[in-house]
């Protein structure tokens, strides 16, 4: 993905209504952690949901409407919204809560948070107006009048006491009878981690799912209810006794109002939805041992929100990305249960075969991963057949679009939908874009695999663009669909934990996209201006969900120059053969930073040590 400076999307997008008769009983957006986890692991996770408040109020609860808010008189740290607490002038209390987990398996927990205070009180020793920050009944800190400030200053508190517990963090502010003190909350993280030795297996497993699914929608292409069914292998040699859907698309929504909804569970028993209800547990009858196939399977329900999202509609035309539930990853670490971030991906499975049946109305086109294949439906309706391979996602697209087609030099199919309001001179430019982005890209990373390649272009999209295997979803920009077919390598073919390891999706395809656009970063590390020592370019979602205004600096513009310095420091034909051999032993695997890392020292007899450390670029 491609981000803009703005993250926030439309209060529109939130607008969303559940299919009520294909919905599991709504669970609280912190439910409690996944039990199955053994008690030893910890998966590294920021556990506050929308601490930037950049996507409506949802989960947390405010003593008016007017506390979560972008309106003027203050600013954000990050984004455009913020918790501004008081600034009334009289006597007068503000809360903000939320409810969160703190995983048990995790030695380590760190609440932090941005805050600015500005008051009219002039004393100099009388705290008049008071913040107070709790977790549970426990507080941890209290500001008043006396600690105005002139910008934002992150706090920081050790929670690690509460590991294991379901318990508020909470803010409470309070005013005398007069003269002002405001006190603005932006950027609410709290990061686990650590723990003991986690499990010895750390295969990835479940292994080579396998997907079918058949869907039907309304007229629109809004609607969207069938079946889907999931086979796979444990490859592990620990007995694998439950698996995990992710509903990743439920972010867009409620609790009590999900996008997406799944019912009449079969091959297990569905347990409680989690990580705000994103992750739904289903417990399999008996557990598999190593080498041995399970199916579950379940009806499907899914309503696509407005706005112009890679999950939403941009008036008659549906763009319906992470909508399929999909299997979570469990290794050494347990299952990784991250949460959804909207700056940028937390996106995290295996490669996987899909077969996805579309029955829609006739006056829509649904372009989707895989090759397609359209065949007649009932009346005024068509069937397309998408099938993939080793694929890590499947979406797709509904609406009335423009088509146009074409071939890249190297052979690969190319189709361009396009959205009303883009000139056909811009589509055809993309066209030309895609067909040389392609093959540039396969020349210097692999063969391109997948088939066909799908782009649907929409000047309306707050982001500049968004991939997924085979499809993309982008803005009429060069650099952008450029950047979004180099995906098609680095996350979707080389795969990687995009939670955790943003960088070796995002800085890889950014490296990419200037090698094919002949630009050579010189001098571009000349720019690099840290904001603390804890900024770091293999920082996790976690800590760049708290430091939002720096992610696009730090993961797409100094990871890219770090390897546009590492390429400077092997050599042009040393760095192409490193990324093109990584590319290889990786292909359809996971990547990690330390096996990168590894392969550039293989390369050369210069000890990289100091390389990796002024670069900021930890395993």
């Given at each position: 993905?491609?981000?803009?400076?703005?993250?926030?999307?439309?209060?529109?997008a939130?607008?969303?209504?559940a299919?009520?008769?294909?919905?599991?009983?709504?669970?609280?957006?912190?439910?409690?952690?996944?039990?199955?986890r053994?008690?030893?692991?910890?998966?590294?996770?920021?556990?506050v949901?929308?601490?930037?408040?950049?996507?409506?109020?949802?989960?947390?609860?405010?003593?008016?409407?007017?506390?979560?808010?972008?309106?003027?008189?203050?600013?954000?740290?990050?984004?455009?919204?913020?918790?501004w607490?008081?600034?009334?002038?009289?006597?007068?209390?503000?809360?903000?809560?939320q409810?969160?987990?703190?995983?048990?398996?995790?030695?380590?927990?760190?609440?932090?948070?941005?805050?600015?205070?500005?008051?009219?009180?002039?004393?100099?020793?009388?705290?008049?107006?008071k913040?107070?920050?709790?977790?549970?009944?426990t507080?941890?800190?209290?500001?008043?009048n006396?600690?105005?400030?002139?910008?934002?200053?992150?706090?920081?508190?050790?929670?690690?006491a509460?590991?294991?517990?379901?318990?508020?963090?909470?803010?409470?502010?309070?005013?005398?009878?007069?003269?002002?003190?405001?006190?603005?909350?932006?950027?609410?993280a709290?990061?686990?981690s650590?723990?003991?030795?986690?499990p010895?297996?750390?295969?990835?497993?479940?292994?080579?799912?396998?997907?079918?699914?058949?869907?039907?929608?309304?007229?629109s292409?809004?609607?969207w209810?069938?079946h889907?069914s999931?086979?796979?292998?444990?490859?592990?040699?620990?007995?694998?006794s439950?698996?995990?859907l992710?509903?990743?698309?439920?972010?867009?929504?409620?609790?009590?109002?999900?996008?997406?909804t799944?019912s009449?569970v079969?091959?297990?028993?569905?347990?409680?939805?989690?990580?705000?209800?994103?992750?739904?547990?289903?417990?399999?009858?008996v557990?598999?041992?190593?080498?041995?196939t399970?199916?579950?399977?379940?009806d499907l329900?899914?309503?696509?929100?407005?706005?112009?999202d890679?999950?939403?509609?941009?008036g008659?035309?549906?763009?319906?990305g992470?909508?399929?539930?999909?299997?979570?990853?469990?290794?050494?670490a347990?299952w990784h249960?991250?949460?959804?971030?909207?700056?940028?991906?937390?996106?995290?499975?295996?490669?996987?075969?899909?077969k996805?049946?579309?029955?829609?109305?006739?006056?829509?086109?649904?372009?989707?991963?895989?090759?397609?294949?359209?065949?007649?439906g009932?009346s005024?309706?068509?069937?397309?057949?998408?099938?993939?391979?080793?694929?890590r996602?499947?979406?797709?697209?509904?609406?009335?679009f423009?088509?146009?087609?074409?071939?890249?030099?190297?052979g690969?199919?190319i189709?361009?939908?396009?959205?009303?309001?883009?000139?056909?001179?811009?589509?055809?430019?993309m066209?030309?874009?895609?067909?040389?982005a392609?093959d540039?890209?396969?020349g210097?990373?692999?063969?391109?695999?997948?088939?066909?390649?799908?782009?649907?272009?929409?000047?309306?999209?707050?982001?500049?663009g968004?991939?997924?295997?085979?499809?993309?979803?982008?803005l009429v920009?060069?650099?952008?669909?450029?950047?979004?077919?180099?995906?098609?390598?680095f996350?979707?073919?080389?795969?990687?934990d995009?939670?955790?390891?943003?960088?070796?999706?995002?800085?890889?395809?950014?490296?990419?996209?200037?090698?094919?656009?002949?630009?050579?970063?010189?001098?571009?590390?000349?720019?690099?201006?840290?904001?603390s020592?804890?900024?770091?370019?293999?920082?996790?979602?976690?800590?760049?969900?708290?430091?939002?205004?720096?992610?696009?600096?730090?993961?797409?513009?100094?990871?890219?120059?770090?390897?546009?310095?590492?390429?400077?420091?092997?050599?042009?034909?040393?760095?192409?053969?490193?990324?093109?051999?990584?590319?290889?032993?990786?292909?359809?695997?996971?990547?990690t930073?330390?096996?990168?890392?590894?392969?550039?020292?293989?390369a050369t007899?210069?000890d990289?040590?100091?390389?990796?450390?002024?670069?900021?670029?930890?395993?």
């Amino acid at each position: 993905m491609r981000p803009s400076p703005h993250k926030a999307l439309t209060a529109t997008a939130f607008a969303v209504a559940a299919l009520a008769a294909a919905s599991f009983p709504a669970t609280p957006a912190a439910a409690a952690p996944p039990t199955a986890r053994p008690a030893a692991a910890c998966t590294p996770a920021q556990v506050v949901t929308n601490g930037g408040f950049e996507s409506g109020t949802s989960p947390w609860t405010q003593s008016s409407t007017s506390v979560i808010t972008n309106r003027a008189g203050e600013t954000a740290h990050g984004g455009t919204h913020f918790g501004w607490l008081n600034g009334v002038g009289s006597t007068h209390t503000d809360t903000l809560s939320q409810s969160v987990t703190i995983p048990a398996g995790c030695s380590t927990a760190t609440l932090t948070f941005w805050l600015h205070i500005d008051t009219a009180e002039t004393t100099s020793s009388t705290k008049y107006d008071k913040l107070t920050a709790k977790i549970g009944s426990t507080t941890l800190a209290t500001y008043s009048n006396l600690d105005k400030n002139t910008g934002y200053a992150q706090k920081s508190f050790d929670v690690s006491a509460f590991a294991g517990q379901t318990v508020n963090v909470a803010f409470t502010g309070t005013e005398d009878s007069s003269l002002q003190t405001s006190f603005v909350v932006d950027d609410v993280a709290l990061d686990t981690s650590g723990g003991t030795t986690p499990p010895a297996d750390s295969t990835r497993t479940p292994a080579s799912p396998s997907y079918t699914v058949s869907l039907s929608s309304n007229t629109s292409g809004t609607v969207w209810t069938g079946h889907e069914s999931a086979t796979f292998t444990n490859a592990s040699s620990t007995p694998l006794s439950e698996v995990y859907l992710r509903l990743w698309d439920n972010y867009h929504g409620t609790c009590s109002a999900m996008p997406i909804t799944v019912s009449n569970v079969t091959g297990g028993t569905a347990g409680a939805l989690s990580v705000a209800c994103t992750a739904l547990k289903i417990d399999l009858p008996v557990p598999l041992t190593q080498g041995q196939t399970g199916t579950i399977g379940f009806d499907l329900g899914i309503t696509v929100p407005s706005g112009a999202d890679r999950f939403g509609h941009d008036g008659a035309f549906n763009m319906i990305g992470n909508a399929l539930p999909v299997l979570a990853v469990k290794d050494g670490a347990g299952w990784h249960l991250d949460p959804y971030t909207n700056n940028g991906e937390s996106f995290y499975s295996l490669a996987s075969d899909f077969k996805v049946t579309l029955d829609h109305p006739s006056t829509l086109l649904a372009p989707a991963t895989g090759a397609s294949v359209d065949t007649p439906g009932s009346s005024g309706r068509t069937i397309t057949t998408a099938t993939a391979s080793k694929v890590r996602d499947f979406a797709w697209a509904a609406g009335p679009f423009s088509k146009i087609s074409g071939t890249s030099a190297a052979g690969t199919p190319i189709n361009i939908y396009s959205v009303s309001g883009i000139s056909s001179a811009n589509a055809q430019s993309m066209l030309t874009t895609a067909k040389n982005a392609v093959d540039a890209h396969a020349g210097r990373f692999g063969a391109y695999p997948y088939g066909e390649l799908d782009a649907v272009i929409d000047n309306n999209f707050w982001f500049g663009g968004m991939e997924y295997p085979g499809f993309v979803l982008d803005l009429v920009s060069t650099t952008a669909l450029t950047h979004e077919i180099g995906h098609q390598w680095f996350y979707g073919i080389v795969g990687d934990d995009e939670y955790t390891s943003p960088w070796l999706d995002e800085a890889f395809t950014d490296y990419a996209t200037d090698l094919a656009q002949n630009l050579t970063g010189t001098n571009c590390w000349n720019s690099v201006s840290w904001a603390s020592t804890a900024e770091k370019i293999t920082n996790s979602m976690a800590y760049w969900d708290a430091h939002s205004s720096r992610y696009s600096t730090v993961v797409y513009g100094y990871g890219k120059c770090a390897l546009h310095d590492l390429r400077r420091t092997l050599g042009d034909s040393v760095m192409a053969k490193v990324l093109k051999d990584y590319a290889t032993s990786h292909w359809y695997g996971v990547s990690t930073t330390a096996e990168f890392k590894a392969a550039a020292q293989a390369a050369t007899t210069t000890d990289l040590t100091s390389f990796w450390t002024l670069h900021r670029i930890d395993s």
